[in-house]
């Protein structure tokens, strides 16, 4: 039967390593606690992944458990992600919530990234990351969470990333109830200046929704005047044409028109 409860030995030492390291340590960070030769010390850390005292995130890489609660992750797990994949910032709904401006329950944690690497899940948490170019990697500054360095899009990027990554209507009506509703929280500067370095169809898509918030999209259209072919938001057959914006829409969004 496995022991669920922690010796004073590895209480000492999980404690003191979260004093000198912090939530997220290595396995030659933990090996320092441990008065015991290298190969029984992962033997010992073997155990504790397994009693839910560690969590593992990567090879070698370990978050420290909620010691008053075993099994619990001691820190958010947005903190997670830089030492899941350093290359990589949170987005999308995710980094929206982290500005406040989404209050919905998430189970998953969506980030870019840029390369591709696969889903990982630690304690019910899922970690799907989106393989992009370097040229979009931008408008992400890094936050301290829980003593972690992480980084995350401004309100603005995970908007545009919204649009560019996951296109379809959910999405795009989600970015345009934020522009609609926080206008005060998105900079509309940053919106475009940001949008002007994405993708033909995002900067299209964004100009239209800006239209319909009734925020200045000039210096959008002037960006995508010149090409001649045609964008959509999602593939229908309902689909209809805005001829400013050389787009096809979903008949959804006419509801917005009348307004």
């Not at 070698?60 to 909620?66: E, F, T």
């Not at 899940?121 to 972690?148: A, L, M, P, V």
């Not at 360095?149 to 560019?164: F, G």
């Not at 940053?190 to 999209?217: C, H, P, Q, W």
């Amino acid at each position: 039967m496995k022991r669920i409860t922690l010796t004073e030995d590895e209480l000492n030492a999980l404690e003191t390593a979260i004093i000198n390291y912090g939530a997220i340590v290595t396995f030659d960070q933990l090996s320092h606690f441990f008065s015991e030769k290298r190969q029984y010390t992962r033997i010992r850390i073997n155990k504790l992944v397994k009693q839910g005292w560690l969590t593992r995130i990567k090879k070698g890489v370990y978050v420290i458990s909620d010691l008053s609660s075993r099994g619990s992750l001691s820190i958010s797990p947005n903190a997670i992600l830089n030492a899941i994949v350093e290359e990589a910032y949170l987005s999308f709904e995710i980094a929206l919530q982290h500005h406040g401006l989404y209050d919905q329950l998430l189970a998953n944690i969506n980030a870019i990234s840029l390369k591709q690497y696969q889903t990982t899940t630690i304690s019910g948490i899922t970690y799907h990351f989106i393989k992009t170019q370097e040229k979009y990697f931008y408008g992400w500054r890094n936050h301290f969470i829980d003593g972690q360095l992480t980084k995350i899009a401004t309100p603005e990027k995970a908007l545009i990333d919204l649009i560019q990554f996951h296109r379809n209507r959910y999405s795009t009506d989600l970015v345009l109830e934020k522009l609609g509703t926080n206008k005060n929280s998105i900079d509309q500067q940053i919106l475009v200046e940001y949008t002007l370095k994405a993708n033909l169809t995002t900067r299209r898509i964004m100009g239209f929704l800006m239209d319909i918030a009734k925020l200045d999209s000039k210096q959008l259209l002037s960006s995508v005047q010149n090409y001649q072919s045609v964008s959509s938001i999602n593939a229908s057959e309902n689909n209809l044409y805005h001829h400013k914006w050389r787009l096809y829409y979903d008949q959804f969004f006419e509801q917005y028109f009348s307004k």
